[in-house]
Protein backbone atom coordinates (compact mmCIF):
# COMPACT_ATOMS: atom_id res chain seq x y z
CA UNK A 1 0.00 0.00 0.00
CA UNK A 2 1.40 3.40 -1.05
CA UNK A 3 1.79 6.48 1.49
CA UNK A 4 -0.63 8.48 -0.77
CA UNK A 5 -3.56 5.14 -0.49
CA UNK A 6 -3.27 5.35 3.00
CA UNK A 7 -4.80 8.66 3.34
CA UNK A 8 -8.57 9.16 2.24
CA UNK A 9 -9.95 11.71 4.20
CA UNK A 10 -7.35 13.00 6.04
CA UNK A 11 -5.17 15.75 4.96
CA UNK A 12 -1.25 16.35 5.27
CA UNK A 13 -2.00 19.24 7.59
CA UNK A 14 -4.20 17.45 9.64
CA UNK A 15 -2.22 14.51 10.51
CA UNK A 16 0.90 16.73 10.89
CA UNK A 17 -1.49 18.08 14.22
CA UNK A 18 -1.97 14.93 15.45
CA UNK A 19 1.76 14.05 15.36
CA UNK A 20 2.56 17.05 17.10
CA UNK A 21 -0.17 16.94 19.55
CA UNK A 22 1.45 13.05 20.67
CA UNK A 23 4.95 15.05 20.27
CA UNK A 24 3.86 17.39 23.08
CA UNK A 25 1.96 14.60 25.17
CA UNK A 26 5.16 12.56 25.02
CA UNK A 27 7.28 15.85 26.51
CA UNK A 28 4.65 15.98 29.50
CA UNK A 29 5.93 12.60 30.56
CA UNK A 30 8.34 12.32 33.33
CA UNK A 31 11.50 11.73 31.36
CA UNK A 32 10.75 14.80 28.90
CA UNK A 33 11.91 14.35 25.43
CA UNK A 34 13.90 16.17 22.40
CA UNK A 35 10.86 18.68 21.94
CA UNK A 36 12.00 21.35 19.35
CA UNK A 37 14.11 18.85 16.83
CA UNK A 38 10.82 16.52 16.86
CA UNK A 39 8.94 19.58 16.51
CA UNK A 40 10.67 21.19 13.40
CA UNK A 41 10.63 17.49 11.58
CA UNK A 42 7.12 17.06 12.16
CA UNK A 43 5.67 18.30 8.74
CA UNK A 44 8.60 16.16 6.46
CA UNK A 45 7.89 13.17 8.47
CA UNK A 46 3.74 13.70 7.72
CA UNK A 47 4.67 14.28 4.37
CA UNK A 48 6.76 11.43 3.92
CA UNK A 49 4.36 8.98 5.64
CA UNK A 50 1.88 9.38 4.28
CA UNK A 51 2.14 10.95 0.54
CA UNK A 52 4.93 10.10 -0.91
CA UNK A 53 7.15 6.49 0.59
CA UNK A 54 5.78 3.29 -0.57
CA UNK A 55 5.87 1.52 2.67
CA UNK A 56 2.92 -1.24 4.30
CA UNK A 57 2.75 -0.72 7.92
CA UNK A 58 1.20 -4.72 7.82
CA UNK A 59 3.91 -5.79 6.02
CA UNK A 60 7.00 -3.62 7.40
CA UNK A 61 9.82 -6.20 6.19
CA UNK A 62 8.33 -6.05 2.28
CA UNK A 63 11.67 -6.25 0.38
CA UNK A 64 10.90 -3.61 -1.77
CA UNK A 65 9.77 -1.35 0.45
CA UNK A 66 10.89 2.51 0.38
CA UNK A 67 13.24 2.80 3.16
CA UNK A 68 13.35 5.64 5.89
CA UNK A 69 16.42 6.55 8.07
CA UNK A 70 16.29 9.04 11.12
CA UNK A 71 19.95 10.16 10.85
CA UNK A 72 19.33 13.04 13.87
CA UNK A 73 18.29 10.38 16.03
CA UNK A 74 16.97 12.36 18.65
CA UNK A 75 14.01 13.60 17.05
CA UNK A 76 12.59 10.11 18.07
CA UNK A 77 9.29 11.15 19.26
CA UNK A 78 8.23 12.51 15.97
CA UNK A 79 8.98 9.62 14.60
CA UNK A 80 7.21 7.12 17.38
CA UNK A 81 3.97 9.81 16.63
CA UNK A 82 3.94 9.29 13.02
CA UNK A 83 5.21 5.72 12.91
CA UNK A 84 2.15 4.99 15.44
CA UNK A 85 -0.40 7.16 12.97
CA UNK A 86 0.36 5.41 10.18
CA UNK A 87 -0.73 2.35 11.66
CA UNK A 88 2.69 0.53 12.58
CA UNK A 89 1.84 -0.04 16.41
CA UNK A 90 -0.66 1.32 18.23
CA UNK A 91 -1.26 4.90 19.40
CA UNK A 92 -1.42 4.11 22.96
CA UNK A 93 1.95 2.73 23.43
CA UNK A 94 3.17 6.10 22.81
CA UNK A 95 2.18 7.04 27.08
CA UNK A 96 5.05 5.03 27.85
CA UNK A 97 7.84 6.51 26.40
CA UNK A 98 11.02 6.42 28.08
CA UNK A 99 9.49 4.68 30.92
CA UNK A 100 11.41 1.20 32.27
CA UNK A 101 10.62 -1.59 29.89
CA UNK A 102 9.18 0.52 26.63
CA UNK A 103 10.53 -0.12 23.42
CA UNK A 104 9.94 3.87 22.53
CA UNK A 105 13.53 4.43 23.82
CA UNK A 106 15.10 8.17 23.30
CA UNK A 107 16.62 7.37 20.48
CA UNK A 108 14.85 4.78 18.03
CA UNK A 109 16.17 1.31 18.01
CA UNK A 110 14.59 -1.73 15.63
CA UNK A 111 12.47 -3.47 18.09
CA UNK A 112 10.25 -0.57 17.33
CA UNK A 113 7.94 -1.86 14.50
CA UNK A 114 9.26 0.34 11.42
CA UNK A 115 12.46 1.64 12.11
CA UNK A 116 14.93 0.23 9.42
CA UNK A 117 18.05 1.03 11.87
CA UNK A 118 18.99 2.53 15.41
CA UNK A 119 20.30 5.86 14.72
CA UNK A 120 21.51 9.21 16.62
CA UNK A 121 25.34 9.07 16.49
CA UNK A 122 24.86 12.03 14.74
CA UNK A 123 26.65 11.90 11.15
CA UNK A 124 26.08 8.00 10.13
CA UNK A 125 23.01 8.17 8.78
CA UNK A 126 23.54 9.12 5.22
CA UNK A 127 25.96 6.44 4.82
CA UNK A 128 23.49 3.84 6.09
CA UNK A 129 21.12 5.45 3.61
CA UNK A 130 23.84 4.90 0.63
CA UNK A 131 24.09 1.17 1.54
CA UNK A 132 20.13 0.57 1.47
CA UNK A 133 20.36 2.44 -2.02
CA UNK A 134 23.44 0.51 -3.26
CA UNK A 135 21.86 -2.68 -1.94
CA UNK A 136 18.27 -1.68 -4.17
CA UNK A 137 19.90 -1.13 -7.62
CA UNK A 138 21.94 -4.53 -7.10
CA UNK A 139 18.39 -6.05 -6.35
CA UNK A 140 17.24 -4.46 -9.35
CA UNK A 141 14.28 -2.73 -7.16
CA UNK A 142 12.58 0.92 -7.92
CA UNK A 143 12.72 1.49 -3.82
CA UNK A 144 13.84 4.64 -2.80
CA UNK A 145 16.04 5.36 0.07
CA UNK A 146 15.05 8.72 2.11
CA UNK A 147 17.50 10.11 4.92
CA UNK A 148 16.69 13.00 7.26
CA UNK A 149 19.36 14.62 8.85
CA UNK A 150 19.63 17.96 11.45
CA UNK A 151 21.60 21.37 9.76
CA UNK A 152 23.76 21.05 12.86
CA UNK A 153 24.97 17.09 11.64
CA UNK A 154 26.06 18.15 8.96
CA UNK A 155 28.84 19.65 10.88
CA UNK A 156 29.92 16.32 10.84
CA UNK A 157 32.78 14.83 8.02
CA UNK A 158 31.20 11.80 7.45
CA UNK A 159 28.23 13.06 6.29
CA UNK A 160 30.45 14.71 3.29
CA UNK A 161 31.82 11.18 2.87
CA UNK A 162 28.48 9.72 2.26
CA UNK A 163 27.85 12.78 0.00
CA UNK A 164 30.63 12.27 -2.36
CA UNK A 165 29.94 8.53 -2.40
CA UNK A 166 26.30 9.02 -3.02
CA UNK A 167 27.18 11.34 -6.45
CA UNK A 168 30.01 8.99 -7.14
CA UNK A 169 27.75 5.72 -7.37
CA UNK A 170 25.06 7.81 -9.38
CA UNK A 171 22.43 6.93 -6.31
CA UNK A 172 19.77 8.96 -7.84
CA UNK A 173 17.16 6.88 -5.93
CA UNK A 174 18.81 8.27 -2.76
CA UNK A 175 17.00 11.25 -1.06
CA UNK A 176 18.47 13.26 1.85
CA UNK A 177 16.25 15.98 3.36
CA UNK A 178 17.95 18.84 5.78
CA UNK A 179 16.12 19.85 8.56
CA UNK A 180 17.50 23.07 8.42
CA UNK A 181 16.02 24.78 11.96
CA UNK A 182 19.05 26.91 12.91
CA UNK A 183 20.39 25.23 15.83
CA UNK A 184 21.57 22.96 18.06
CA UNK A 185 22.79 22.17 21.72
CA UNK A 186 24.56 25.03 22.33
CA UNK A 187 23.42 27.56 20.29
CA UNK A 188 22.76 28.67 16.40
CA UNK A 189 24.60 26.69 14.01
CA UNK A 190 25.82 29.73 11.85
CA UNK A 191 27.64 31.08 14.95
CA UNK A 192 29.39 27.49 15.43
CA UNK A 193 30.10 26.36 12.57
CA UNK A 194 28.46 28.51 9.61
CA UNK A 195 27.74 25.91 6.59
CA UNK A 196 25.56 28.53 4.32
CA UNK A 197 25.18 28.68 1.64
CA UNK A 198 23.81 25.22 1.87
CA UNK A 199 22.40 24.38 -1.46
CA UNK A 200 25.96 26.02 -3.42
CA UNK A 201 27.63 23.55 -0.82
CA UNK A 202 25.69 20.80 -1.52
CA UNK A 203 25.74 20.83 -5.68
CA UNK A 204 29.35 21.15 -5.09
CA UNK A 205 29.17 17.92 -4.45
CA UNK A 206 27.53 16.82 -7.46
CA UNK A 207 23.68 16.87 -5.82
CA UNK A 208 20.41 17.77 -7.57
CA UNK A 209 19.22 20.48 -4.45
CA UNK A 210 15.67 22.13 -3.54
CA UNK A 211 14.85 24.38 -1.43
CA UNK A 212 11.14 24.78 0.80
CA UNK A 213 9.11 25.81 3.59
CA UNK A 214 9.33 23.00 5.63
CA UNK A 215 6.44 23.56 7.58
CA UNK A 216 4.43 23.18 4.18
CA UNK A 217 3.65 19.39 3.97
CA UNK A 218 1.79 19.25 0.99
CA UNK A 219 4.48 21.33 -1.12
CA UNK A 220 6.91 18.82 0.75
CA UNK A 221 5.06 15.88 -0.28
CA UNK A 222 4.81 17.50 -4.05
CA UNK A 223 9.13 17.58 -4.09
CA UNK A 224 10.11 14.65 -2.36
CA UNK A 225 7.57 12.43 -4.42
CA UNK A 226 8.76 13.90 -7.72
CA UNK A 227 12.81 12.99 -6.57
CA UNK A 228 15.04 11.71 -8.33
CA UNK A 229 15.05 15.44 -9.69
CA UNK A 230 17.85 14.51 -12.29
CA UNK A 231 19.18 11.55 -13.72
CA UNK A 232 22.09 10.17 -11.87
CA UNK A 233 22.26 12.55 -9.25
CA UNK A 234 21.31 11.88 -5.66
CA UNK A 235 18.66 14.52 -4.27
CA UNK A 236 18.39 16.80 -1.46
CA UNK A 237 15.74 19.23 -0.32
CA UNK A 238 16.59 21.56 1.93
CA UNK A 239 13.27 22.18 4.63
CA UNK A 240 13.90 25.71 6.55
CA UNK A 241 12.31 25.14 9.84
CA UNK A 242 11.53 26.67 13.25
CA UNK A 243 12.79 24.59 15.84
CA UNK A 244 9.18 24.14 18.58
CA UNK A 245 7.27 24.88 16.01
CA UNK A 246 3.93 25.41 16.76
CA UNK A 247 4.98 26.78 20.48
CA UNK A 248 5.15 30.35 21.07
CA UNK A 249 6.84 30.24 24.21
CA UNK A 250 9.37 28.16 23.02
CA UNK A 251 9.97 28.43 19.16
CA UNK A 252 12.80 29.08 18.07
CA UNK A 253 14.47 29.00 21.29
CA UNK A 254 17.31 26.60 22.41
CA UNK A 255 15.53 26.03 25.00
CA UNK A 256 13.18 23.57 23.09
CA UNK A 257 15.74 21.41 22.41
CA UNK A 258 15.28 18.74 25.05
CA UNK A 259 12.09 19.92 27.68
CA UNK A 260 10.04 18.16 30.24
CA UNK A 261 6.68 19.55 30.12
CA UNK A 262 4.75 20.93 33.65
CA UNK A 263 0.82 20.27 33.52
CA UNK A 264 0.52 23.94 33.20
CA UNK A 265 2.94 23.80 30.06
CA UNK A 266 1.37 21.46 28.26
CA UNK A 267 -2.37 22.53 28.86
CA UNK A 268 -0.66 26.08 27.15
CA UNK A 269 1.57 24.21 24.53
CA UNK A 270 -2.01 22.24 23.23
CA UNK A 271 -4.04 25.38 23.20
CA UNK A 272 -1.14 26.74 20.74
CA UNK A 273 -1.50 23.63 18.75
CA UNK A 274 -4.82 23.86 18.16
CA UNK A 275 -5.19 27.51 17.22
CA UNK A 276 -2.24 27.26 15.08
CA UNK A 277 -3.57 24.37 13.02
CA UNK A 278 -6.98 26.13 13.18
CA UNK A 279 -9.05 23.58 15.51
CA UNK A 280 -9.28 26.07 18.74
Known sequence: ???????????????????????????????????????????????????????????????????FLLSKGHAALGLYATLAERGYFDVGELSGYGRP??????????????????????????????GFALAARYAG??????????????????????AIVAASQRLDRLVAVVDCNGLQLTGATGGIAPMEPL????????????????????????????????????SVLIARTIKGHGLPFLAGSGASHYVTLSPRNHARAMRALEAMDGLG
Open 1 to 67: MTATQAVERDTLPMVAHRIRAHVVDMCAGPEGGHLGGALSCTDVLAALYFSVLDVDPARPDDPNRDR
Open 101 to 130: GSRLMGHPVRAVPGVELPTGSLGHGLALGC
Open 141 to 162: GAARTFVLLGDGELQEGSVWEA
Open 199 to 234: AVRWRSFGWAVRETDGHDPDRLAQLLDAAPWEPGRP
